[in-house]
């Protein structure tokens, strides 16, 4: 049964958002001459800063479908035109329903269009949300570093700086140490049992997200992503702050940037009316701008925010011929898996689904290179396939290492690839096959100790595999003397 | 049963103590939720390759060493029916002495010999445990032939494989379904008497309330490979995860109270010899006598052989041993357990996502018994008529002659010389009453804990000497029955 529209905390969202508007509204027009607000608005020039600004804004939503994308995976079928008209259909979402309501269509659609778990959707949301809160941050400091601050804007970067380390601490805890970031929850919760379930389901939404960030190459260029978002939004405000002949610096705006969306956390209307203006508003006076021309820029940089989106959204709506009500329904219903489920019998309840592994990555040559250095130091042919069977169990093997071991051996790698190719001024897996097996047998047999220590698993792993090859055993042994 | 949201209890693992506890008290009409981080692997896929086999049924892949300063390689099954179904099945009841020795150290109550018996009695009608049915191979044959020269007390270890068709495929499980490995033997009578048996869940934390856990958070693997955080709540909660991954589910959780402060394992050295006649041991089981000459604290056996594994052996000096390769068929091998009283830990590791950091450092009462061993094997293979030994040492790649063996009678071995091995590790969350020493009470309840028990390797307060999985299911069996009977 899907739960009832209107429950007391959603009349109290509603009601708390309204009165938010109102009072930030008031806040944001309590001390500037409209009549100068509404001279300043005729002024400004709309071409060509007002379609450059939204081509801006509208290339940043682009980039986030690719975000998106990459977040899904690169085998799910999703196109980054798809993605980034879901991710537009969310935020047209929040500009016309409450409590940003607008990340649930749009993680109800992303599971719809995927058939991955809605779960799973949510997550992927989550962690989008939460680099854009990381890359607002990173760039609201740095433009805070250029331009210098004044007044509550200092107070709220220092507030920023604070937070910022704490989620980045948090996250690269998630990412590199999950399970030490649920054992501080559980015991959190053994002693607060009121926080216990929730504080559990938040730190495991956590770690999920987290997980999607696990491999370094993915992580830099999602991290990547997420500061071209941010800027091409700050593109946004500068185009039209040039509208208004104001000469200021694209620090400027990101800074203005910044403070806008952090300031529109705070509860208001759908669309962020009144917390939009005065945060936005409020950064460009601390800069030295006139107040009526800032509240003009917020105006303006509002409607650039607000129209295009909310109308690509609808569009994208009715193309994909969306029902609303539904997708909202089953993206909620996911949000709160308290619901009590069998499997095998057993009853649990579902805190989230992670995203599937990603495909194995093509073999690094130098274990191919190591097995048939290995094996070159025994006298006689080689059996291929055997030696193949080896090299991929040797691969696989290594990966199986706990994180520390692998960490080490990674390193001990490393420092042998380079005093190799050092000594012969070539890559280790482009030497000649002798060469190879003089070099391991130096590293693995030779005086140097640590050589030793790093090559013992390797050549216990190619020996053991290669003479237990499936067909080795045929082909290579058993030929002794009976 | 409490009511359908929760389960009577949890059992995680499916091993030699979690299979026991599971039948014990699913027997006893409770509701039993046994949860397995390892697959179900379908007996058709058992008795591949032994490379094969580590990737399918063992934890990561059989790539858990524990550090220290002379390093040991590690294994442990990860699978329904935990290291039971990678084991050799040899079946030991605890020595007399031994028990003796955990009630005066560590007070623990309720486990004498003769209390002991009718659990050790039930575990072996259940699995079967019995001498091999045929003839011996020849591997164990020339082992009796070295043990009678040297007129030493030995002894054919019984195993939990009635009917055994001599295949060696024991480490990568039992294809003939011969070996009664718990997912052969107890997990589907605990499943007839009710318990729901779940594969692919590992638990990562215990949730707490104050004194009691509440129940678990468990990672599920999907088909696809995404995985799944899900909570069961429970009234109790037996963990059997084994001797590593007990202590770290417990720490993890909060729980570390003189938990993973004492890893106890049987070290363990092996020794290929090669004699003058074929010997074949790549086609059939394990030697199947023990040297109790010299117990508890240095025992001596077969060990298990393949091309792979004589090679993983003489890899230590490879470049002088390899041609040794080409009598492969010669070869068979040995091993020297000793009883082990270093200095062991088990802690969850910081980095990524649940691992565990293992340490054990060898101690010089382990090393003297080590060198002693090895000069005793050496020499009664050579007795048997090897015309050469090869021990996984580093800097002793050949002894030839008894008198060159002799020598480690007297001399200690280069200890960081040493390949070692274990697949014998224990006391990892000791129990007994001298709460100083212990984690956990007599019967394995967790101290400081009213509803969590440990009920697997760990438990053993110390060392056996012997092969374990006998006395983890004796014990076992009597917790469980223990925890029945006092609800
Ligand atoms: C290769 C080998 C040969 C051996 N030979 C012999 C022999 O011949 N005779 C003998 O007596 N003993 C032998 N042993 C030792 C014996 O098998 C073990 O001592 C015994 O099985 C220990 O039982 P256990 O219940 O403590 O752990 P296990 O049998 O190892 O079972 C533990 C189970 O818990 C699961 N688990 C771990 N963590 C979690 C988690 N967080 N969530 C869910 N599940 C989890 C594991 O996957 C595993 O299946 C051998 C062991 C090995 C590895």
Redesign the pocket.
Known sequence: MSPPLWTWSRVAVLVSGVAGSGLFLTLAFRSVDLAGVKDALTAAQLWPWLPLGVLSYLIGHGVRGLRCRLLFGRDTPLSTATASNIVVVGYACNNILPARLGEFVRAGMLAERTGLPYAHALTVTFVERLLDGIAILVLLLGGAWVVGLAGWIQDLVNVCVIVFAVATAGLLLAIFASNSLLALAGAIGARIPAVSAPLIGLVAKVTQAASLLADPRRAVQIGALSLLVWLFEAGLFSSLLNAFGVDARFATSLLTMGVTNLGILAPSTPGFIGTFHLFCSEALQSQGIAAETSVAAAVLIHIGFYVPVTVWGAGSLIWYGTQLGNTLAAARRARHPQSLEFREGIPMHSLGVGEPPAPPRPADPIYEALTRGLLGIRPGPVDEDARAYATNFLEHQLASLSSYLRLQLRLGLLSFRVCVALRYWRPFSRLPVETQSTVVQWWAYGPFPLGRQLFRPIRSLVLLAYFDAPRAASVQLGTGPS | MTDSKRVDAIV????????VTAMTLAGAGMSVAV????ANVPRREYGKSSPEGMAQL??RSGMTPILGRVPIGF??????????????????RAPREVLLSWQSRFDLQGATESELVPHYEWAEQRLSVSPYPGEWPKSTKLFQRGIDAMGWAVRE?P??APGCQSANT??SGCASGKKQG?SQGLLPEAKAAGANILSH????LLLRQGRRVTGVL?EITRDNGSVELVRIDADHVFV???????P??LRQSGLRYKVGDQLRLHPMLKLTARFPQPVNAQNSVLPLLQVNEFWPEISLGGA?FSSGHLAFLLGDNWPQLSMEMEHQNHFASYYVAVRGNGRGSVRPSALGN?DTALRYDLSVDDLRSMSRGVARLATLLLAAGAEAVYPAIRSIPVIRTELDAVRWLTELLPAKDLSLTT????SSCPMGEQAGLTAANSYGRVHHVDNLYV????MLPDSPG????????AL?RRNALHFVDSL
């Open positions: 995680i693992g499916s091993g030699a103590g979690g299979a949860l397995e981080e390892g063992f934890r294994v442990e099954g990860r699978c329904v029916g935990g290291s039971t179904e990678v084991n050799s099945g040899f079946w030991h270890i195993r939990t024991c480490a718990m869940c590992r638990v990562k468990a059997c995860a084994g001797a590593s991954q007990t770290t589910l298990y649940g697949v014998h590790a224990f009920n697997d390797a760990s012997v092969n374990p999985q006998g006395t983890v299911m076992a």
